[in-house]
């Protein structure tokens, strides 16, 4: 397979009053296959957010991109003039459903006209009836009435809306689609829904990959090929769907995974425990493993020197226990 998209050791910081900055994206490699549908799990304040605007070249002050390279297709998209990303990139190649994107649609703009102007910003001499025509069939295509082109946002559901902002966000059919927890405000049988029209748009190939933000990671099993899990600016496992889920071998995935319910019969019985303590501040985060104030398996290396990723056991993980089991400690 190919990487539609290529991330190297990328630092997002957000730039606060005085010298101090949050630290929320802080070293992540990243690689993204073509077809490919990749969860990014993590308590709240753990980056993830801030790693989809910065993969979606989204990101505005005060978040800046520090270092690290961006690759799409053959282009270093972080090198590119502002003009360039907006005309080539954002929209065409990637685009984002961002977080709480169903609530911040104007409410007093009707959704033909919403699409009108997306699609005028990429083609200044684009017709309102051609717009239309083309949001309509992509409404279609994800089985919404076109009677949705003539409503208000607050005329729809919320599932409608939310399927609404995912046609809109992809009429331009970019090759990667990063939804930021578009399924957390839903009920149950709305999130199937999203689910399932996302898929159906991959089938279809209007998109190529989906990037998957939420943080309940069980929500990923069955959709995604590969899971990443991000604690505190730091990406500390990813791999195989079924071996994350399953077999988290990282302590805060193992411990992510049993504080919520799977409706899996292998794990019926399980008993849920929370994660004690909570994220760290980012502006000050722990020296060595960020996670060690609140892992139980913390090592005197641990508090020290920050863990390097490494491949072991069918996925990379950043552990120093883990290195220590291997034998490499
Ligand atoms: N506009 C902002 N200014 C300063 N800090 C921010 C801002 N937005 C988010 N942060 C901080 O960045 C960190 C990561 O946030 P975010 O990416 O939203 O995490 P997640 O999506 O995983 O909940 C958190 O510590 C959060 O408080
Ligand atoms: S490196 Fe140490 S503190 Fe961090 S998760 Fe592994 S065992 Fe826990
Ligand atoms: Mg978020």
């Known amino acids: 397979m190919k990487p539609v998209l290529t991330a190297n050791d990328v630092r997002a910081y957000y730039r606060l009053v005085g010298d101090k ?8 490699d990243f690689e993204l296959q073509d077809g490919e549908v990749v969860g990014l799990a993590g308590e709240s304040g753990c980056g993830k957010s801030t790693l989809a605007a ?7 002050s005060p978040l800046y991109v520090k270092s690290g390279e961006i690759w799409m297709g053959d282009k270093d998209v972080l090198k590119m003039n502002k003009d360039a990303v907006r005309k080539d990139i954002r929209g065409r190649y990637v685009s984002v459903v961002p977080q709480g994107a169903m609530n911040a649609l104007n409410p007093t703009v009707r959704i033909k006209k ?12 684009i017709r309102f009836k051609e717009a239309v025509r083309q949001t309509g069939e992509r409404l279609e295509s994800v089985s919404l009435p076109t009677m949705v082109l003539d409503a208000y946002p607050h005329q729809l559901s919320g599932g409608m809306k939310q399927r609404t902002v995912i046609a809109l966000s992809t009429l331009l059919n970019p090759k990667i689609l990063i939804c930021d927890e578009p399924t957390s405000a839903l009920d149950v049988s709305s999130q199937k829904v999203v689910i399932q029209m996302l898929m159906k ?4 190939e209007v998109i190529r990959s989906i990037i998957f933000v939420t943080h309940e990671l069980p929500l990923l099993r069955h959709f995604t090929n590969r899971i990443g899990v991000m604690y505190a600016g730091k990406m500390v496992e990813i791999g195989a769907m079924e071996n994350i889920i399953f077999h ?3 302590p805060y995935s193992s411990a992510l995974m049993d504080s919520m319910l799977v409706p899996e019969d292998r794990m019926r019985d399980k008993e849920l425990t929370g994660i004690p303590g909570v994220p760290p501040d980012l502006k000050n985060p722990p020296e060595g493993c960020r996670f060690h104030p609140r892992c139980p398996h913390a090592m005197d290396i641990c508090r020290d020197k920050e863990p390097p990723m490494e491949a072991m056991a069918e996925r990379s993980v950043a552990c120093w226990l883990l290195q220590k089991q291997a034998g490499n400690l």
């Open 201 to 204: 748009l991959l089938r279809e």
């Open 248 to 250: 988290p071998q990282h």
């Open 54 to 60: 910065v993969l979606a070249l989204t990101a505005t």
């Open 21 to 28: 900055e949050v630290r929320a994206v802080d070293g992540i």
């Open 114 to 125: 919403l699409a009108f102007d997306i699609l005028r910003a990429h083609d200044p001499n």
